[in-house]
């Protein structure tokens, strides 16, 4: 439902998920169990800005470039966004207190947009994130029945005995593309 519209400006209430709109600049202060999602959503979308409320230690995720919070969602929004964390909110802002951390972050599109196939391929790379990338690869190319070879042979050889944890962004939608190409 619009609450406010002008010529520059049309203020929506409304479930950004369902209703699908278009935007340059979109604020919103998400259910936080609902935020890989909502990012996710956001890769597939062409927008300028986005600034969310989401939980601290989901903005932890998305920054982390190692160790133990670097997932899937950090590849994929680090490849197609510049992300930064303008502020943190204090739970005594909220009624009554929350037990998590809030921060306030800007996201701006900086990347390509990504595929669907994109995304899938990096959250099922990253199930193997312990393993060396030669080890994932012939894992993957058992499952989609092609020889690993033919993923491998895409690739530069520098990154074959990485962990996929090692991986940058886009070396890992590198790795992603060499396995669509070779499906």
Do not use: C
């Not at 909220?94 to 037990?99: A, Q």
């Not at 390509?112 to 790379?125: A, C, R, S």
């Amino acid at each position: 439902t619009f609450i406010l519209r002008f010529a520059n400006l049309k203020l929506l209430n409304a479930d950004a998920l369902r209703s699908n709109p278009r935007f340059d600049v979109l604020v919103a202060n998400l259910p936080y169990s609902r935020s890989e999602e909502f990012v996710e959503w956001l890769a597939f979308r062409k927008f300028r800005r986005a600034v969310l409320m989401v939980q601290t230690d989901f903005v932890d995720k998305l920054l982390a470039t190692s160790g133990r919070k670097y997932r899937a969602i950090s590849i994929i929004s680090q490849y197609v966004f510049s992300i930064r964390k303008e502020m943190a909110v204090p739970k005594s802002l909220f009624r009554p207190p929350p037990k998590v951390s809030s921060s306030i972050v800007i996201i701006e599109r900086t990347g390509p947009q990504p595929t669907e196939v994109d995304l899938n391929t990096i959250k099922h790379l990253w199930s193997f994130k312990g393993r060396t990338l030669r080890s994932a690869i012939k894992i993957i190319s058992k499952k989609k029945g092609i020889a690993a070879e033919r993923i491998l042979n895409l690739l530069p050889q520098r990154l074959v005995g990485l962990r996929i944890l090692d991986l940058s962004p886009s070396e890992a939608f590198k790795v992603a593309k060499a396995i669509e190409k070779a499906s």
